[in-house]
DNA sequence: AGCATCTCCCAAACCGGTTTAGCGACCGGT
DNA sequence: ACCGGTCGCTAAACCGGTTTGGGAGATGCT
């Protein structure tokens, strides 16, 4: 009947014994015999008694949550699927760790350092996932300057003091090359994702040196966004060029959607006159019309891996990088033999 | 050059007063002098003191974070436009009053309590928001007996001691139906969501009504899971009837384009003999080919609304429900006028 | 001058845990 | 019988804020 939930004292009293001795109890820390640990632990749960986040917070300045910067623009928040998925394979182990995420979405870069900036002040997180890795990112010395844990997903440029967890974009791009390229294609473009991201530099480097490798010269590459809008623009640049393409790898689905959209608007055949790939491999990718050939990524495990390197930096066991699975091609109908064109037939 | 940060204690001694002092000046409280104040706080800026929240949190008992607890299949996480958007319009109201959002993520129904239990066990949050209602919705009475304050997205079919944001998405159904109509359809399907979810039930509630309305008897309604798969199996369904509809009004924008494809699989033309409607009105709708009639929603300005309600009903000030205009149609090139057909033609 | 009132501030208690210092009981060894 | 060491526990300090009770001094009123 009692309103206010039980507090140590409570159960301290409850059970006959100190403060201390019930704290000790709880975190299973020698010098409390077990049959008076025991009995405290069951006048605890007798009680109903959970130990109060706060004040172990306060007292043991730690804040038990990991936090999360996210700047993304509006207009692409809702078409992202590495975020929920990434998002929820860090909550599968936090939550089995009594860990808390504590999420921020902002829209500009400046506010994104002051969203760290703030986690940090208030102290309301031990650690932090830092995402889409860009080029000399400036995070890295701020987080170090905040003396704010953290885990990249992906190997930074500059030095980093951090763990990273590795994903390694490159081989699924060099399959979807290799792939088309063995179809016969031999002119290859690139719809790339934004110039100062580091995934989108690898991406658009394994285009090139996989084309390389079979003894083409890469195609045109155009960055985008990896909005929908930026794909179909990019598209159009591309089919709009003297020589356009036979095929063209999308750093994302969301693009590789909206350039298949473009060309059957242009009344191009996909992939009778043009092949197209993604990457992300989302759900819709194999439902859409011809079904996409993308490259298959695994956020939500990569969140896992994360937020367990995080949770093992946080406690004092900074880990070594982790390498992940590189990412699969997944061929479907969206790739064919290009057609017979001046350059190759006689 | 102190490693450690400064404590309320350090700028009370610095400045000459009492913590006490420190803490009526830093929040506005009438008993300290003008003059005195602006020292204070003079102090506390040169020495960069910010007052800890986890000391804050403990003594006051409060929390200053909201949570949500998100419970989504796997395979749908990535493909949701819904709830990025929706955290994105959150986040910009918590952030100017200093609040913090605890996520968190699961995948079934039955962690989807434990995670509520847990935020309130825990005191991370001080309230959460409730979304995806459901039909008679055991989250209410849950959150009431857990002395959490919520907000609801949407009115629950049960009693609710919560405040709600009232979002409407009949009207935007209803237009997709009206517009459908005016072109000429009679035979006009849905496909819906989960039954048991409010949202699905309203959108096809909403279908009925309106063809009701133009005085034509519903087509067939084929509830589904918002999955590209499901869509794509509930659309073979409707097409594999004797008398297959000639339009199609799908809950949401991915069960819509995953159906276009399976319509031009099967050799029909999108919108020639058959018109397709999303929901949504994700940034690809407008980028597919044809270009995906749909309707529009705001989840980030919901996001926006709630938050700012929330935080009302957690200072005590438990305002009324509120209501958000109605959804829009958009129309685009998915919907057409349907081919002449034996009803129809004498 | 005397007294009530008001303003401004301080000291101390408090939130609910964790952690350290230390004390008595018990043990084995001599 | 005495001594050093370990075990099991308690009391109290501590984390860094907020809040309460009350005291000193200035002011107003008669």
Redesign the interface.
Known sequence: MSQRRPTITDVARAAGVSKGAVSFALNGRPGVAEETRRRILAVAKELGW?P????R??ST?R?F?VGLVLA?P????????????F??GV?RVL?EQ?Q????????SQR?EED?YR??A????VDGVFLLDLRVADPRIALLEELRLPAVTLGRPDVASPFPAVLVDDRPGIAAAVRHLVELGHRHVAHVAGPDHFLHGAARRDAWENALRDAGLSPGPCVPSDF???G??RATHHLLDLADPPSAIIYAND?MA??G???A??RGLDVPGQLSVTGF?D???A????P?LTSVRTD??GWGGVAARTLLDLVDGNGGPDVEMPPAQLVVRASTAAPPPTPHQSP
């Open positions: 959970t109060s986040h706060r004040a917070a306060l300045s804040a949550a993304r509006p207009e692409l928040l809702g078409a992202d699927p590495f975020f929920p998925a998002i929820a909550e939550a009594s808390a995420l504590v999420l921020q979405v902002v829209t506010a969203g703030r986690l002040a208030d102290g309301r909005s929908a809008a794909g179909a969301v959607m909206a298949m959209a473009v059957r608007e992300d989302t759900e819709l194999a439902h859409i019309s079904a956020p939500s």
